[in-house]
């Protein structure tokens, strides 16, 4: 990996907090220091998976105080349980091209202009990885870590997707494009509709933070620009949200395309 994480939203960026994240950080693979476990909780289910996981892998599960888990998440539910995990390296983006390569697929990523709230990017993180993107791209500063507010709302999915951290997200995205990328943002402006062309990949999608939408210069990097038509009285949806329309709006057509071309054959 490229570099170690330096993000954060307030926490130890370590911490991997809640049952679902904990048990996916092991399942995967990434490198756990111990499993913190209060003595109150009552091991079954999610948590029984995990202390077995946590054994099979040899890693110390260490039964303590409720108390200590709760100075420990600062604020953040942890449901009764806490993995210290060694620090988790952001991937490059050539890394990432690089793997999509090697798979024979073309890219398809999102990228985030200044999403600040944890919630909202580990929101995103889940949904990306669940319609079968290769990575989400972010900004190194002014934007949301990758703390333990953020692993919780990814439910895991920290552990699946690469999180690609750039320094500058203009660069990146001119980047994208000299490796044949289309980039597309998300513009509430926009003349033509989010489902109205064909979002297919090799694709960079491009959402901008909360309130404030895309930045000048990452809109004038765009190749196209779509928007998510809002027939109601609120004039805007949670980045999310609109991430995970963008994000299944691709992965519909490009299981179109790939049923097409197998047709085809």
């Given at each position: 990996m490229a570099g170690a994480l330096t993000l954060s939203d307030g926490g130890d960026d370590r911490l991997v907090l809640g049952r679902r994240a904990v048990l996916e950080t092991l399942?995967?693979?990434?490198?756990?220091?111990?499993?913190?476990?209060?003595?109150a909780s009552s091991v079954r289910g999610p948590l029984e998976e995990i202390?077995?996981?946590?054994?099979?892998?040899?890693?110390?599960?260490?039964?303590?105080?409720?108390?200590?888990?709760d100075?420990?998440?600062?604020?953040?539910?942890?449901?009764?349980?806490?993995?210290?995990?060694?620090?988790?390296?952001?991937?490059?983006?050539d890394e990432v091209l690089a793997r999509v390569r090697e798979r024979g697929q073309p890219p398809?990523?999102?990228?985030?202009?200044?999403?600040?709230?944890?919630?909202?990017?580990?929101?995103?993180?889940?949904?990306?990885e669940a319609a079968g993107a290769h990575?989400?791209?972010?900004?190194?500063?002014?934007?949301?870590?990758?703390?333990?507010?953020?692993?919780?709302?990814?439910?895991g999915a920290t552990a699946h997707l690469p999180v690609v951290g750039v320094?500058?997200?203009?660069?990146?995205?001119?980047?994208?494009?000299?490796?044949?990328?289309?980039?597309?943002?998300?513009?509430?402006?926009?003349?033509?509709?989010?489902?109205?062309?064909?979002?297919?990949p090799p694709i960079a999608l491009v959402v901008g933070g909360e309130g404030r939408g895309l930045h000048r210069l990452i809109r004038e990097r765009c190749d196209r620009l779509?928007?998510?038509?809002?027939?109601?009285?609120v004039q805007s949806l949670n980045v999310s949200v609109a991430a995970g329309l963008l994000l299944y709006e691709v992965a519909r057509r490009r299981d179109a395309a790939r049923a097409r071309f197998d047709a085809s054959r």
């Open positions: 399942r995967a693979g990434r490198p756990v220091v111990r499993v913190l476990v209060s003595g202390i077995r996981e946590a054994r099979v892998r040899h890693i110390p599960v260490q039964t303590v105080d409720r108390r200590r888990l100075l420990l998440a600062r604020g953040v539910r942890h449901q009764g349980v806490v993995a210290i995990a060694a620090e988790q390296p952001l991937a490059s983006l398809f990523l999102i990228a985030l202009d200044g999403v600040e709230d944890p919630h909202n990017l580990g929101a995103v993180i889940r949904t990306a990575g989400v791209v972010v900004p190194r500063r002014r934007a949301a870590g990758l703390g333990p507010a953020t692993a919780r709302a990814a439910a320094a500058n997200l203009v660069a990146a995205l001119e980047h994208l494009k000299t490796e044949g990328v289309w980039i597309v943002g998300a513009d509430p402006g926009a003349p033509e509709l989010y489902d109205s062309g064909s979002l297919v779509v928007r998510i038509p809002l027939w109601g009285r």
